[in-house]
């Protein structure tokens, strides 16, 4: 029995814990998704797969199983601890239309979305936030960018990403836990917003 | 390492499917990705348990850890853990904790103790 949680190396989440939210980092193919995760999961960002066609399927067909098995979608999440009682899980979403199945149980219970985007390669984003918004989910849109001279001006990216005047864009650097950070923020602000 | 690190695709998707008996994957409503789990007080690993099953015992007996974090930490996909968790759930050996709302509706009070962790630890 691990009677120690505070020790660096457990991997469990405090028993004090009473409530846990879930937040989607979402975006196209290799924008940075874990890279975010993983600049401000407290635990090593952490891998699960998920099928994509339902074994009961498959069970009646085991002969037609090696073209549906490769639909397998790796999940890649994070955990932060914010108080004694909260922990907030981030978990990153793949943007393909065809994840549809997953998109509704990463959705069912998510407080809302930060949607990753790459600003030279905006029309990879599109599908994304069909996604989104047909899963009724508010976003904030984090433009990765490696460095601060924001080549792409905000009313640009709003104009293409056609975005309502209140959804907040803001820059952040994937790779820096404080950037990151204050994407994350924004996002929540607009949610308590929106959740008024 | 795992037995099953170094497996086919397709032999990864069979184990999958011994594991779970064939049966349908549960929904999410029961268990979702990030309700905690933990065995119960002086329960016992039923007799019999599979080694997946007693994987899983051996390590939620260290704490709560996340229906998703599980499956990662013994590299099972979700639905396939989310399965054996419900099945050991049902049984009375499982607390579950932090279950999220069913309602699509997000509580805004989570939202403000979310905003508020955050803006503490980065603000």
New interface residues.
Partial sequence: ??SN?STAE??????A???????LVVGHFAVGKTTLIGSLSEIRP??????MT???A??DDLQG??DK??T?VA?D?G??T??DE????L?GTPGQQRFMQLWE??A?????ALLLVDPSRLAETFPVIDLVERY?LEYAIAVNTFDTTHAYEEAEIREALDLLPDTPVVYCDARDR?SS??A??SL??H??AR?? | MTAGEEEP??G???R??VI?G????PS?DEL?????VTVGPDKELPLGASPEVRAIWDLL??????V??V???L?????V?RLLLTDLFEQGLLLR??A??RA?S?D?G??????????????
């Fill in positions: 029995m691990d949680p457990s991997i469990y989440v405090s028993d814990v009473t409530t846990t939210a879930k937040i952490l891998r699960t797969e998920e099928k339902q074994a009961s498959l069970v199983v090696p098995v490769t397998t999940l999440f955990r932060l914010l108080s909260l922990v907030l899980y978990f149980d990463m069912r219970g998510a407080l809302g009724g404080a950070a204050q994350l923020i929540v602000r949610l308590l959740a008024a | 695709v397709a990864d998707f069979v999958a499917y779970t064939g049966r349908r994957l999410s979702s990705l990030h309700t905690l007996s260290g704490g709560y850890l996340a998703a974090e499956a990662a930490h590299e099972l996909p979700v639905g853990a904790r932090a999220p709302p699509q997000v805004r989570i939202i403000e103790r979310v905003l508020h962790g955050l803006e503490s630890l980065y603000g």
